[in-house]
């Protein structure tokens, strides 16, 4: 199901407050059939579809996780397997990005979550003794596109 493949996108990369979500496929949103009034309801369907009834190898379509600060996910079909699936697991994953301190150039080791909105905010241990901002301000730099957003903290 559908479900399925946002509660492993939430484990894995997205989930801080409990935020509504949904995909579309096709010019069709599928949401977790709660209140959400932004779709037209006439394109809206629940994300209890089965995989195999809206998606095939090499569509793309996309998630969308908070619609409040939104994250963004462009996604691909690459292949189908035959056979019942128990759980979804990952078989590989990227290497966290090379983020560097603003101020020194060091590894960035935490994220200002109000100075991110400037694009700013990549911090090394050091110099984020020093921020102007508020300690409670800072998160982990972690490898998730929602790193920053919300209260995010992998």
Known sequence: MLED????LRKTWLECCGHL?????????Y??????QIFDVEKSKTMGSQLRRVLIPGQTFSHEYDFGSTTYLDMK?????LGLLKDIEIISRNN???FRCDKCNVPAKE???ECVYDEK????????????????????LV?????GVCSYTG
């Open 31 to 36: 949401d977790s059939g709660g209140s959400v």
């Open 121 to 140: 905010g990549l911090l090394c241990e050091e110099c984020a003794k020093n921020h102007k901002c508020d300690e409670e301000m800072f998160f982990p």
């Open 96 to 98: 966290l990005p090379d």
């Open 143 to 147: 490898n998730s596109p929602r790193t």
């Open 77 to 81: 079909i690459i292949s189908e397997r």
């Open 21 to 29: 979500s949904s995909f579309k496929i096709d010019g069709i949103n």
């Open 5 to 8: 493949v946002d509660n492993f």
């Open 111 to 113: 994220i200002c979550t």
